[in-house]
């Protein structure tokens, strides 16, 4: 294992807590694309080794390192709060989702294979194995920076392959003590690089290598469009899971509390800054003003400041830009005719000086063409659009160009099922937020939220593997028919 480069330091940058600048946790090196070259020649020497051991023995590596992770759970989540920004209790949630996904993993050593099927032709064996592909680029963002590393590399390395690992150059931090975990745990050498750089060089790198078999990307549509084609120009695999656009569907016979409290939780956990996160609520206008009144009293009560603080309901955003961003969506919303009901500005003052904070915000009287209900904003803004009918619903949540995740608070059975049949994504909660997601389970999206396959569970692990056809003839002699 290695981590950020020594070598060609041609940039450094200032690693800084969001919830107050003046907390500068490391200076980073970035890293340069000849160091991607190096780093791949690295994994190239390490991946014949590994490729080589057994399944369940790199599968007990993962164990380990889960068994690891839970011992420094609380020193991780410290971390990761002050890198990303998120409050201590779902920085404990991130790294502990990460240690399921190590354990189920490590499970996966054992298990991962093809199949057997019965051949047309007499004494023949017909299977399939499932093998690694090589050396696999994973290219991952902050927002989840323990557990997206962890979703991606877990499956790669179970698979047998070697991994460079290029976390997002905002919070390379966290991703660097996931590989001390793993090197701790046993992890021989060079089998996972990390690269820390910007996406523009090391990432590009990456993409555009030959002997990069595979690239499973997450992050934005408009960066990971340009990945998926230039990987896909070289023809080798591509998986990139994206941003998301999800709506709660409110129906007048659901329980209001409920729904309230779980929309507050989808658009205001993680300060909004989850792909999952709820950014609209499309609410059956007979339930709408009770509903609103409840989710504005959810959001006026949520204590803003710095994660690392008892009592804190959401942290900063992650830097100064993405603050930008909200900011000039929550101005885009008001020229729109959207109604600001709550929130709306950047928290300054008051501890909040050298940190950046907005308010959780609630817009009402939105309309589904607008920019506010259309585009990821990725900060904890939330756009309500009243409706008259299920179907109307279920037009308003499917006519956004993404589709990750979306949920439905209702009573009727056949309500629900309509939803669920209907509703144009690839996760679907009920009567639940639109959040979250487990090892067990495929997680990702279609339309411009994911292309490529799915990611956690045996689908995750199927990515970083090649399956090959075997047809083992025992007769021993000519064969006197064909199947072909
Ligand atoms: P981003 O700007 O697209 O960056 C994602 C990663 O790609 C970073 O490591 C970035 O590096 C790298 N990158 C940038 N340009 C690149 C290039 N030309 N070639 C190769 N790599 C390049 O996204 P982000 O702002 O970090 O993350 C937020 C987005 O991720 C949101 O849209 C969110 O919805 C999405 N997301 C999706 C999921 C999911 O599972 N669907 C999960 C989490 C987040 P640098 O930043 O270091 O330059």
Redesign the pocket.
């Known amino acids: 294992m290695s981590t950020i480069p020594d070598a060609s330091r041609t940039r450094v940058v200032l690693d800084t807590n969001p919830a107050d600048t003046r907390d500068v946790l490391a200076e980073v090196n970035l890293g340069t694309a000849a160091d991607v070259a190096r780093a791949i020649e690295r994994a190239e020497r390490a991946y014949p080794a590994w490729r080589d051991t057994p399944a369940p023995q790199r599968g007990r590596i993962l164990a380990r390192a889960a068994e690891i992770t839970r011992r420094r759970v609380d020193e991780l989540a410290r971390l990761l709060t002050r890198e990303e920004g998120k409050t201590l209790s779902e920085a404990r949630g991130e790294i502990l989702r990460g240690v399921n996904l190590l354990e189920w993993y490590a499970g996966e050593g054992f298990r991962m294979g093809g199949k057997t099927r019965p051949s047309e032709m007499p004494t023949t064996l017909l299977l399939s194995l499932r093998q690694p592909l090589g050396v696999v680029a994973i290219?991952?963002?902050?927002?989840?920076p323990w557990a997206?590393p962890v979703w991606k590399v877990a499956p790669a390395l179970v698979a047998g392959n070697a991994v460079i690992l290029?976390?997002?150059?905002?919070t390379p931090l966290v991703a660097q003590r996931f590989a001390e975990v793993l090197a701790e745990a046993g992890l021989p050498e060079g089998v996972l690089i990390l690269v820390v750089?910007?996406?523009?060089e090391v990432?590009?790198a990456?993409?555009t290598d030959p002997r990069i078999r595979a690239v499973s990307?997450?992050?934005?549509?408009?960066?990971?469009g340009?990945?998926y084609a230039r990987a896909a120009r070289r023809l080798a695999k591509v998986t990139c899971?994206?941003?998301?656009k999800n709506a709660v569907v409110v129906m007048p016979d659901a329980d209001l509390d409920l729904a309230a409290a779980g929309i507050a939780q989808g658009a205001f956990g993680s300060t909004g800054q989850?792909?999952t996160a709820t950014s609209l609520c499309v609410v059956h206008r007979e339930a709408a003003r009770p509903l609103v009144d409840r989710v504005v009293d959810r959001a006026r009560a949520i204590r803003v400041g710095s994660g690392l603080e008892e009592g804190t309901g959401m942290g900063p955003v992650v830097d100064a830009r993405q603050l930008e961003t909200i900011l000039r969506y929550i101005e885009l919303g008001r020229q729109e005719g959207a109604r600001l009901v709550t929130g709306g500005r950047r928290l300054e003052g008051d501890g909040y000086d050298h940190g950046f904070f907005v308010e959780p915000t609630v817009f009402v009287d939105v309309g589904p063409a607008h920019r506010i209900a259309q585009e990821?904003i990725?900060g904890p803004v939330l756009s309500v659009i009243e409706v008259g009918s299920l179907e109307e619903a279920l037009r308003v949540t499917n006519g956004v160009r993404y589709g990750?995740s979306a949920s439905i608070y209702a009573g009727d059975a056949n309500t629900i099922m309509r939803f669920v049949d209907a509703v144009e994504v690839g996760m679907v909660h009920v009567n639940s937020p639109t959040v979250g997601g487990e090892a067990q389970i495929p997680?990702?999206?279609i339309k411009w939220?994911?292309v490529g396959g799915r990611?956690m569970a045996e689908e995750g692990l199927e990515f970083f593997t090649e399956l090959k056809s075997v047809f083992f003839d025992y007769t021993g002699r000519p064969r006197t028919t064909n199947i072909y």
């Open positions: 290219i991952t963002p902050w927002n989840f997206e290029k976390p997002a150059s905002l750089g910007s996406g523009a990432g590009d990456l993409v990307f997450t992050g934005s549509c408009e960066i990971g340009e990945v899971e994206m941003g998301g989850r792909c990821e990725f990750l997680f990702g999206g939220s994911g990611e």
